[in-house]
């Protein structure tokens, strides 16, 4: 699996990159991703950063709703199942690593997508 994303930070006007990385860094908690969409809404560096953050936290939730299905099944077939949740919850760190190297993009004035998710567009 290739974990390597594009860089298109050229895209983007400096003067937007160095008034919005604040905004921009937002993105990556949780239902704070609202601030650039309501605050930064004519900075397209914030709004990149804002669609990626909003993917990051629909799959969070997606990967939190299956993995307590999945739980939920594993446990009423046996409690000796127990290690395999334990297993399925320790994907959540990704969601972390993900925020982090958000986060890290944003502040450092990058335009990076995000591994896996980063291809979604969710905002227009």
């Keep these: 699996m290739d ?13 937007d990159i160095d008034g919005n990385k604040t905004a921009a860094v937002f993105s990556y908690i949780g239902v704070l991703v609202l601030v650039p969409i309501l605050a930064a809404k004519g900075s397209k560096f ?18 939190n709703f ?17 290690p395999a ?11 972390i690593a993900f925020a982090v190297l958000g986060i890290k993009n944003a502040a450092e004035g990058k335009a990076k997508e995000l591994p896996l998710i980063g291809k979604l567009r969710l905002l227009r």
């Design 85 to 95: 949740v334990r297993v399925i919850r320790l994907l959540g760190i990704l969601y």
């Design 46 to 63: 914030a709004k990149f950063h804002a669609n990626q953050g909003l993917a990051l936290l629909l799959a969070w939730l997606v990967y």
């Design 3 to 15: 974990w390597k994303t594009e860089d298109t930070t050229s895209q983007y006007d400096r003067k």
């Design 66 to 82: 299956a993995a307590g299905i999945a739980a939920t099944a594993l446990l009423s077939v046996s409690w000796g199942l127990y």
